[in-house]
């Protein structure tokens, strides 16, 4: 499958935690801002101070924990793709299920169990959305892309004029 046809392992691993940072990182540092503006008193010099206040206290923070999700993701799904020699989406639903229960082991074995069933389900239900959208596409184009003049066979001579100038005077 193309959607399976990514970097290598190790390079991975490092690419989705760096994604994953500035996704937690951008994401939190807007609801941060409005979260900060929302609880600062009135007045437009005291809301800003506290909205770019929130932001750099806590949108790190967001990015960290991300970063935390996403390689320790990548880390299970590179794994698995190494246990099972293939790629497809049951290694990505495997790995969501094993994240949430890594992540929540701290908690004790039920929240490990609730992580689990939650990261699983979240994992299980972006890989079918993804699966659903290729058929989709695939199906409004059955033959692939289909193009109007094949001008491969013409003698050089017959070949038609480029619109940027005569390139047939170059070869």
């Not at 990505?92 to 082991?105: D, V």
């Not at 193009?147 to 005569?166: A, I, M, R, T, Y």
């Amino acid at each position: 499958m193309e959607e399976y046809a990514r970097e290598p392992c190790p390079w991975r691993i490092v690419d989705d935690c760096g994604g994953a940072f500035t996704m937690g990182t951008i994401g939190g540092g807007i609801f941060q801002a409005f979260k900060g503006f929302r609880n600062s008193p009135v007045g437009v010099n005291h809301r800003l101070r506290g909205s770019l206040t929130a932001i750099k206290t806590r949108a790190p923070q967001l990015g960290g924990s991300f970063a935390v999700w996403g390689g320790l993701f990548s880390m299970i799904d590179c794994s698995m793709v190494q246990i099972r020699g293939k790629e497809d989406p049951w290694n990505s639903i495997t790995s969501g299920a094993l994240t949430g229960a890594i992540l929540a082991a701290r908690n004790g074995p039920v929240a490990m169990v609730g992580s689990a069933a939650m990261g699983g389900i979240l994992l299980a239900l972006i890989e079918g959305a993804g699966i659903l959208l290729t058929r989709f596409a695939s199906a409004q184009f059955p033959n692939g892309p289909q193009f109007s003049e094949d001008h491969s066979q013409l003698p050089s001579n017959q070949l038609p004029s480029s619109p940027f100038g005569d390139y047939r005077q170059y070869q």
